[in-house]
């Protein structure tokens, strides 16, 4: 298995917690067995535990990975911050009306055609719920990473070198190959393709060019970006900024397996760190699929599928 094929697959975690449009078929975990995997620094990383997709027992903070820099933890961000009365809640997260219109407004830039219950669905089940999902599954993680993600955020302010800091302090596979590099467009991009994630788009538009972002809340962690250029467009909503980013990630295992990402690695480790990434992406893509949804204001209802309502 080759280097780029490890990468493909780190990519694919990413993306397949764009938002799932069914309900999850997936058997049950119950009464499996924890397994792990080897590492490029020789040690293991689980990646399940009997009933708990997280790997952890519910409600019980996850264990530090031990070869990560301790630290102090930081004042939890709010999955949302937009203003507003309280829309619905996802898994117990409020979701404010101010969160819906910002994330339908990227919808509306990025597909002007599509009706607007389809954007709002759009907005809804591709870029809301993902983010309240994995926010409320690793609750318990956030305090790690906002510590992390505002000592990050001082060494920018000290103006060290970005990628020098994209290298050392980032989560990304692909830190050391691209700098944490992405190219971000109004328009949908290529058909079947998952757009890129919602609010990194939103935050992207609204910068400076050269400046960095606050700690994001995104659907895998804490996200801080910089916006690199932009690249005009003769098209209408093809304007391409190009951003880099930091990625703070949830899951103690997954930040190990990415920690240890092996540049060099023997073709056993390589396999090994494949079963991992795969054993992750279902994990991500079942914490999705069992999220409910708890409406608040009944006016968005017909926006929400019927597998999400939460029953009464």
Known sequence: MSRFSILVLLGLAALVISGCQKRSESSDDSGSAPSTVKVADGTTAKVGAAGHPDGAPKNQPQQEDPGERPEKP?????????????????????????????????????????????????????????????????????????????????????????????????????????????????????????PPEETLEDEAFRMKIDTFSKPLVTRIGLQIIQVTDEEKKPEPGQTIRNISRILVSYDAEYRKVLRTFPSEASEEVQKEAAKAIRVFIERFKRIIESARVEVVDQSYRPAIYPFRLKKP
């Open 74 to 194: 930081g004042p939890v961000p709010p999955c949302f911050p937009d203003p507003g009365p309280i829309a619905f809640k996802v898994n117990g997260v409020d979701v404010p009306k101010g969160a819906v219109d910002r994330f339908l407004a990227v919808w509306t830039a990025r597909a002007p055609s599509m009706s607007e219950k389809t954007r709002l669905r759009k907005a809804i089940e591709s870029g809301i719920i993902p983010v309240a999902a994995m926010y409320a599954k690793y609750r318990s993680d956030l305090p790690y990473l906002a510590g992390r993600a505002a000592r990050i955020r001082k060494r920018l302010e000290a103006k060290e070198d970005w990628n020098k800091v994209v290298v050392e302090e980032s989560h990304d596979p692909s830190r050391k190959v691209n700098l944490g590099s992405q190219g971000l467009r109004r328009q949908l991009g290529v058909p079947g393709l998952p």
